[in-house]
T-cell receptor, first 111, second 109 residues
Framework: SQTIHQWPATLVQPVGSPLSLECTVEGTSNPNLYWYRQAAGRGLQLLFYSVGIGQISSEVPQNLSASRPQDRQFILSSKKLLLSDSGFYLC??????????FGEGSWLTVV | ELKVEQNPLFLSMQEGKNYTIYCNYSTTSDRLYWYRQDPGKSLESLFVLLSNGAVKQEGRLMASLDTKARLSTLHITAAVHDLSATYFCAVDSNYQLIWGAGTKLIIKP
């Protein structure tokens, strides 16, 4: 069966510091991968999605970036965090036109 | 551009009552998803509806899809406290999901 792992689960970072969130998927090949952000009490915002290694599409302009160095690995990064980057970050995977399955999420607080 | 609207956005109800959450979308789509999110947690897939007239049921939750009306409903029967959560619908559009804003459901004993 397929599983998705995302870490770290929580982090508190100062403004201007870098960020790296990592996500890996097991039990499937060539999945579509996604990074979503959810502000407190709000809906989901798609940040990035990837249909293959090195293929990243960005949905919104921001100071975040994503990379997919391996088929089942997806990384969300920032060189300098802003207060507005605080939120709940969710990695997810799917097959083409299939149900999206989410990781456990990472709570980021920028102080 | 596909838009997805859920209503109500907030619902407080008593245990034992029935209620329906609505998900309207603005352009043609042939698949719709319902997810549940508990406070502070990730999203869990509940249903995927793939065709007009599709109906799926799991316990006290039943989802249906009317593609002609561009409407999906999530019906809660005899609500129990454990169903308190935020429920999201999402509609497939050109291989991407467009998400509703979510319905926060609180069920009081």
């Amino acid at each position: 069966s397929q599983t998705i792992h995302q870490w770290p689960a929580t982090l508190v970072q100062p403004v201007g510091s870098p960020l790296s969130l990592e996500c890996t998927v097991e039990g499937t090949s060539n999945p579509n991968l996604y990074w979503y952000r959810q502000a407190a009490g709000r809906g989901l915002q798609l940040l990035f999605y990837s249909v293959g290694i090195g293929q990243i599409s960005s949905e919104v302009p921001q100071n975040l970036s994503a990379s997919r160095p391996q088929d089942r690995q997806f990384i969300l990064s920032s060189k300098k965090l802003l207060l507005s980057d605080s939120g709940f970050y969710l990695c997810a995977w799917s097959v083409v036109r299939g149900t999206i399955y989410f990781g456990e999420g990472s709570w980021l607080t920028v102080v | 551009e596909l838009k997805v609207e859920q209503n109500p956005l907030f619902l407080s109800m008593q245990e034992g009552k029935n209620y329906t959450i609505y998900c309207n979308y603005s352009t043609t789509s042939d698949r719709l998803y319902w997810y549940r999110q508990d406070p502070g947690k990730s999203l869990e897939s509940l249903f995927v509806l793939l065709s007009n007239g599709a109906v799926k049921q799991e316990g006290r939750l039943m989802a249906s899809l009317d593609t002609k009306a561009r409407l999906s409903t999530l019906h809660i029967t005899a609500a129990v406290h454990d169903l308190s959560a935020t429920y999201f619908c999402a509609v497939d559009s050109n291989y991407q999901l467009i998400w509703g804003a979510g319905t926060k459901l609180i069920i009081k004993p």
